[in-house]
């Protein structure tokens, strides 16, 4: 009941604030430029003449990861900026007394805020990379293999997130929440490219970067899942080996264990976060 | 089975016919924030129905102690209990409305969305014109369905009020309740407190403004570097009454009758009297009565009593590290 209400109150929260609008600025300009660049590849002419729609089809799938990494960095910024002050904030100005001075227990106003962002987070992943889907589909006609499971790994990704915000926002102040977040979400990308790379290079080294690093923080492992469910399945028998770590093409769907490990990840987060909030002085 | 249920059923009725539990409880509360300690071996209780007035300088760990009642702050030792259930179980503040110190009200919400979310925190069934009435009692009626976010410091501290009244607490607790207010709106919050007092509810009121907690709290706890320095209802606090007078023509047998009603001392023609405060209304009247038959001219009586301000002041210039220093 309580975390019902809470979740409510979030989500208005989220609808009210500027943070919103932003996000929809972003979004939309991030759709027509995506829309124009499309709509160009189309009918465009390499040194080897006109593209063929097979070939349009293949570049634009690649262009479309990197179009929704686009999309999901706006999600993870916003997400982010959104559970930083979710804790801390309204520890810092004093929201937070009248509420938790309430008969409710701090862990069901913590799920409350959590359930509120992380429907949030996916309702804007799902409608944000629908719109993508469509003006991909309008311009060259390209619709992904998997769109829901791909959308479904983009929103997971957004949830990972926001979990990690919200227990960074239990302990740190709110824009070093936020910050950290973001920055560690970065560190995470690059190294999964850096791993890429080794893999390629059949470096075992330095492919542990990447793999380490999907370990601690699943953000970029279930980006590349998304990416698999996203681009054209003929995409990696063309580039074959020339595509040494290119970060817009994903070798594999993910495995079973990888999603169940996130699952328990965001479970463990999610459980330090309620130690935390629970054990602060307000 | 049955004995069993007998057995829950006789506890029932020995907890039943016990005295109702203080409004507030609490026993040897302690916290230290780093190496500062904020709230050393702090005990008292409040009464249902009673107004209690926490009294002390800055820093004296007053807010502290009430947000380890409230469950805000977690004491480093102790024990709280609220309304007959211990501190530590959320239920405890069901019947609890509370003004902080800081208050700050979701911006993005009306004045009415607050009390709203307020009452489903609370589960309490409160239809919404109760609701609307209690932004009526503070003097928001017309800003209901404003943002918070617009409101000045004042009115989200009236808004602060409403919140703590609105789920028809039985405890109310008010951290500098007026703060943020101008005179009329300390007039108002006085006059709210003495309502509910009338109603039965417990306040328990943090002031700074020592004439407010004299005017409407039954007992004082003052706190002072973080422990109780002294605490009692306001007669036993400010002890004894004494009364002024101007007398003419004052022999043996006056003065005796003067000491024999209290301690006497004497400046001049003016003859001051310390009256017990169990006196019950008679003795200065017979006092007056007997000087008067004795041929002594009274020319003025004056009712003093120490003000609780000089009390304070009293108690924490008085510290016993300073005397023993």
């Given at each position: 009941m309580t975390a019902l209400t809470m979740a409510g109150l979030t989500l208005r929260e989220a609808s009210r604030r500027r943070v919103v609008w932003a996000l929809v600025a972003l979004t939309v300009t991030l759709l027509a430029l995506s829309g124009w660049g499309f709509a160009k590849l189309a009918g465009l002419e390499t040194s080897q003449g006109t593209l063929t729609s097979g070939e349009a089809r293949l570049v634009a799938s690649q262009l479309l990861n990197l179009v929704m990494f686009g999309l999901s960095l706006i999600a993870a910024l916003g997400t982010a900026f959104l559970a930083g002050p979710a804790l801390s904030g309204e520890i810092e100005s004093g929201m937070a007394l009248a509420v938790l001075a309430r008969p409710v227990r701090r862990s069901a106003v913590l799920l409350g805020k959590w359930l509120g962002l992380v429907a949030f987070g996916c309702g804007y992943v799902a409608l944000a990379g629908l719109a993508q889907f469509l003006v991909v589909r309008a311009t060259v006609g390209y619709w992904p293999p998997e769109p829901v499971a791909g959308l479904a790994l983009l929103a997971g990704q957004t949830v990972v997130l926001l979990t990690l915000a919200l227990l960074l926002s239990s302990v740190v102040s709110t824009m070093a929440s936020g910050i950290v977040a973001v920055g560690l979400f970065g560190a995470t990308w690059v190294a999964g490219v850096v791993g890429g790379v080794g893999e390629a290079l059949g470096n075992d080294g330095v492919a542990r970067v990447g793999t380490v690093s999907r370990i601690l923080l699943p953000t970029d492992g279930l980006w590349h899942g998304a990416m698999h469910a996203f681009q054209d399945p003929s995409a990696l028998v063309q580039f074959g080996v020339e595509r040494t770590g290119f970060p817009f093409l994903s070798d594999a769907p993910l495995t079973t264990v990888y999603l169940l490990w996130t699952v328990v990840w965001v479970a463990m987060v999610w459980g330090l976060t309620a130690v935390s909030f629970g054990r602060r002085d307000v | 089975m049955a004995s069993d249920t007998a057995a829950a059923g006789s506890a029932a009725d020995l907890v039943a016919a016990l005295p109702p539990s203080p409004a507030v409880w609490c026993s040897g509360l302690r916290k230290r924030y780093g190496r500062r300690v904020a709230v050393d071996d702090v005990s008292f209780s409040v009464a249902r129905g009673e107004v209690l007035g926490l009294l002390g300088p800055n820093g004296a760990g007053k807010t502290s102690v009430i947000k380890m009642l409230l469950g805000l702050v977690r004491p480093d030792a102790g024990e709280v209990m609220l309304l007959g259930r211990p501190g530590k179980d959320p239920l405890a503040r069901a019947g609890v409305g509370y003004l902080p110190e800081l208050f700050r009200y979701q911006p993005w919400l009306t004045a009415a969305e607050v009390l709203a979310l307020h009452v489903r925190l609370v589960r309490a069934r409160v239809p919404a014109s109760e609701q609307h009435d209690c932004l009526e009692l503070v003097g928001l009626a017309d800003r209901a369905a404003d943002r918070v976010g617009a409101f000045s410091k004042g009115m989200q501290q009236r808004l602060g009020l409403a919140v703590a009244l609105v789920a028809r607490p039985e405890l109310v607790v008010l951290d500098e309740?007026?703060?943020?207010?101008d005179p009329i709106g300390r007039v108002d919050v006085r006059d709210l407190v003495l309502a509910l007092k009338a109603r039965g509810v417990t306040v328990l009121l943090n002031s700074h403004l020592i004439g407010e907690v004299e005017r409407v709290c039954d007992r004082v706890v003052i706190l002072d570097r973080g422990r109780v320095a002294a605490s009692g209802s306001l007669d036993e606090l400010l002890g004894q009454r004494e009364v002024k007078l101007n007398l003419e023509g004052v022999d043996a047998r006056a003065e005796a009758r003067l000491r024999a009603t209290g301690a006497l001392t004497r400046a001049g023609d003016w003859f001051t009297v310390a009256v017990p405060t169990d006196d019950a209304g008679t003795r200065v009247p017979d006092l007056v009565r007997d000087l008067v038959a004795l041929g002594v001219r009274v020319h003025a009586v004056e009712p003093g009593r120490i003000s609780l301000e000089e009390r304070l002041l009293g108690i924490l210039r008085h510290r016993p590290e300073d005397t023993a220093s």
């Open positions: - | 309740p007026t703060s943020a207010l």
